[in-house]
């Protein structure tokens, strides 16, 4: 399985830390934290502009950079995001019709996918996984983004705060130019943590802390496993946009160099719920001094719920199908 195309949607200016210190009231400790600590310098923010907004001009920013012959024939739109019932199911009918027509194809199949918290766009990239091996997806086309409307997704205390970034990539089981190859996709569900969405006690919170790298390291190894390859002869780690010293740990934990952490987007953009990896793996690809043919690329996702994804890929020149 290929990823064939990833289009972006940043907003053109970042909101600064101390704006949204001020926004967020999020107090004098969280404040030295972001700023000090974690030297978070900024948020992708849309300000009023609606999701829906934001979804079209995705789309139609994804149509003037893809190939056109990329967009032909999809096979299934599916919409990663971190919060239950933003899609609700008896929409799910209009907004098909809605990408029916827009993509002039009424046979595509959309659906969402939202169990894996953040962790979502890889899990969707499981499902896809398992559709076009077994024959019956070729390509189709993965969303991520969402906004931070409500007091829950602005900031998390002391880990960081939340970005507004969406991600428009193409999936197909044929690589086009330049294609990202997947080698190695894992996801590992730690019990008992499923009502964090809801409510959590200090106890819960302690446990998840004391699992956490544990159960990440497990990820990757496994990915690593799955690739055939040594923690090593990794090029570079995406991380998402939260606690950058978390993948200081795990760098040093797994075995490969904190040098290869890419860190374009991190303290600028916030973290982008399902976004994060998609936005790090277009801006890698995108950068004239890096040169990420041949590279094995690691990217991370974790889900508040107890949700950890690993996935590596490797840049390599396909043919255009």
């Known amino acids: 399985m290929y990823i064939n195309h990833i289009t972006t949607l940043i907003s053109p200016t970042l909101t600064p830390v101390n704006e949204l210190s001020e926004r967020y ?10 700023s000090r600590f974690h030297n978070f310098k900024s948020a992708s923010l849309f300000g009023d502009a609606d999701l829906s907004a934001l979804l079209q001009s995705l789309l139609k920013k994804l149509i003037q950079e893809c190939k056109p012959e990329l967009l032909k024939n999809l096979d299934f739109i599916v919409w990663a995001h971190s919060l239950h019932a933003v899609a609700p199911f008896d929409l799910n009918p209009i907004t098909q019709r809605k990408l029916g027509h827009f993509f002039d194809n009424r046979n595509i199949e959309f659906f969402s996918v939202t169990q894996g918290s953040c962790a979502s766009g890889m899990l969707a990239m499981k499902f896809i996984q398992k559709k076009i091996d077994s024959g019956k997806w070729r390509s189709g086309l993965l969303i991520t983004g969402e906004k931070c409307f409500h007091k829950t997704v602005q900031y998390v205390d002391q880990n960081g705060y939340f970005g507004e970034g969406l991600s428009a990539s193409i999936i197909g089981m044929n690589p086009a130019h330049a294609a990202l190859c997947i080698k190695a996709l894992e996801i590992k569900q730690l019990a008992s943590f ?9 106890e819960s919170e302690n446990n998840y802390d004391r699992e956490f790298l544990p159960t990440m390291h497990q990820a990757i190894q496994q990915s690593l496993n799955q690739a055939a390859c040594k923690a090593s002869e990794l090029n570079y780690l995406l991380p998402y946009h939260i606690s950058p010293v978390t993948f200081d740990r795990l760098a040093d934990r797994v075995g490969f160099s904190r040098e290869i952490i890419f860190k374009e ?3 600028t953009l916030g973290h982008c719920f399902c976004s994060d990896a998609f936005i790090n793996l277009n801006g890698l690809i995108s950068q004239e001094k890096n040169n990420p043919q041949g590279k094995l690329i690691l990217s991370l996702a974790s889900g508040v ?3 950890f994804a690993t996935m590596i890929t490797k840049s390599e020149t396909g043919v255009t199908e």
């Open 305 to 307: 719920a107890g949700t």
């Open 25 to 34: 009231q999020w107090g004098e400790r969280n404040d030295k934290i972001f």
């Open 194 to 202: 499923g009502t964090r969405m809801r409510a959590t006690t200090r």
């Open 265 to 267: 987007n991190l303290y």
